[in-house]
Every structure is written in structure tokens, then in C-alpha cells.
């Protein structure tokens, strides 16, 4: 069984920092593409920032310049780092991953980490 596990949510205050990051686990080939995604109370998910493999990268219009997005190869891991948050980055983030799991592509969740930007 694959697994994604997020940590790295919490609160923040405008203008400050965070980093998450999400690692996987279980039996699989490979991965090929890692996303960060957040869902804020009433409105539908949406894509954050996305990597491939070779490390291409991009990100929604509002979080370029001020969120990077990284991956670690060697140890299954993806990471975001969140500087100068907005009240409106406040959300469910989660992590998503397309793993390669015997012949197959197959994509997997995490379970979501709460981040929430505040005075």
C-alpha cells in the first residue's frame, strides 16, 4: 500500500513562513509527478504547484515568487516552502503524487495538512 504523508501546517501569521512537506511510502516502481494542492472552507480544490521528476516546476499565478516547491528523489519526498503568506493562503494543502506501481500509473493523496494565515 502507497502512502502520503503531509506535516509542516499551522499558524501563521501575515507575512511569515512555512515549509510542509509530504513523504512517501510503500511498494512502488517510481514517481513520476508531485503536486501541492489546497482547498479553502467553500471553495473547490486547487492545484498550488506541481513538479516532475526531472524537477520542472509551476505554480498558480497566486503563489509564484512566493512559493517554492522542491522534491527529494533519493528519500521520496516533496517539500513547499510558503513565504510571505497571505490570509488568503489559508487552506487544506494537500500532497498528490502519480506513482508507478507494477505496470501501472496510479495516483495517491495525502491526507491533508491545515495551514492557516492570521493575526
Known amino acids: 500500500q502507497v502512502q502520503l504523508v503531509e506535516s509542516g501546517g499551522g499558524l501563521v501569521q501575515p507575512g511569515g513562513s512555512l515549509r510542509l512537506s509530504c513523504a512517501a511510502s510503500?511498494?512502488?516502481?517510481?514517481?513520476?509527478?508531485m503536486h501541492w494542492y489546497r482547498q479553502a472552507p467553500g471553495k473547490q480544490r486547487e492545484l498550488v504547484a506541481h513538479i516532475t521528476s526531472g524537477g520542472s516546476t509551476n505554480y498558480a499565478d497566486s503563489v509564484k515568487g512566493r512559493f517554492t516547491i522542491t522534491r527529494d528523489n533519493t528519500n521520496n519526498t516533496v517539500s513547499l516552502l510558503m513565504n510571505s503568506l497571505k490570509p488568503e493562503d489559508t487552506a487544506v494543502y494537500y500532497c498528490?503524487?502519480?506513482?508507478?506501481?507494477?505496470?501501472?500509473?496510479?495516483?495517491?493523496w495525502g491526507q491533508g495538512t491545515q495551514v492557516t494565515v492570521s493575526s
Open positions: 510503500g511498494r512502488f516502481f517510481s514517481i513520476s509527478d
Open positions: 498528490s503524487a502519480q506513482f508507478v506501481v507494477g505496470s501501472e500509473g496510479v495516483g495517491y
